[in-house]
């Protein structure tokens, strides 16, 4: 019944941009934290960006600060993530997935989506 459909993912040159939507379905949207996780190549997941329900809070890996944007439309029901300055480090699978509060660990959320490839070539 809950779906979280994660689009906008490609292929761009380092120092390039992509914006990553999240449209969700099946739940209160309000009600949820929304989060951005990635899963690169033989690595574990990890924790990219979240926003609190009313998107007043933001918190985001350290790796990505100053370069990412996690934002809302409660209207729409979608999350973003606007991604500049894009390197080839940042090459990976993005997911994104919702949660009662705004976290950073990856057990605390309840739904995920199917995730979008980001490559980012040199």
């Known amino acids: 019944q809950v779906h979280l459909v994660e689009s906008g993912g490609g292929l761009v040159q380092t120092g390039g941009s992509l914006r990553l939507s999240c449209a969700a379905s099946g739940l209160t949207f309000t009600s949820y934290a929304m989060g951005w996780f990635r899963q690169a190549p033989g690595k574990e997941r990890e924790f990219v960006a979240a926003i609190s329900r009313s998107g007043g809070s933001t918190t985001y890996a350290d790796s990505v600060k100053g370069r990412f944007t996690i934002s809302r439309d409660n209207v729409k029901n979608t999350a973003y993530l606007q991604m500049n300055s894009l390197k080839p480090e940042d090459t990976a699978v993005y997911y994104c997935?919702?949660?009662?509060?705004?976290?950073?660990?990856?057990?605390?959320?309840?739904?995920w989506g199917q995730g979008t490839q980001v490559t980012v070539s040199s």
């Open positions: 997935a919702a949660s009662e509060l705004i976290t950073r660990v990856t057990i605390e959320y309840d739904y």
